[in-house]
Nanobody, 117 residues
């Protein structure tokens, strides 16, 4: 059974930091690329960052480059998103995704990040 579960969301003040985690109950995690997305109410789902199976970071969205860092620990099947210098416009539900071939991709249920004073 494939399962992805995001944790670490919550309320944070502008300029603060959060670290999101995505736990993968999948034996093939170590051989799978992973991605972080987010979706704000009324907005399109936005691809934020991608990482290869061996930990190479191969994508950051312009909106988060320099502030967010994607990483992974294959020994414990965990994906992370370190978010620094958070802004109100970062408020969204954050999702981890495992792209699959063939479709469909695997998605977590999301964790809400609210950036507000």
């Amino acid at each position: 059974q494939v399962q992805l579960m995001e944790t670490g969301g919550g309320l944070v003040q502008p300029g603060g930091s959060l670290r999101l985690s995505c736990a993968a109950s999948i034996s093939i995690f170590g051989s799978s690329s992973m991605r972080w997305y987010r979706q704000a109410p009324g907005k399109e789902r936005e691809l934020l960052a991608g990482i290869t199976p061996n930990g190479q970071t191969n994508y950051y969205a312009d909106s988060v480059r320099g502030r967010f860092t994607i990483s992974r620990d294959n020994s414990v099947n965990m994906l992370y998103l370190q978010m620094n210098n958070l802004k109100p416009e970062d408020t969204a539900v954050y999702f981890c995704q495992m792209p699959r071939f063939p479709s469909p991709d695997y998605w977590g249920k999301g964790t809400l990040v609210t950036v507000s004073s």
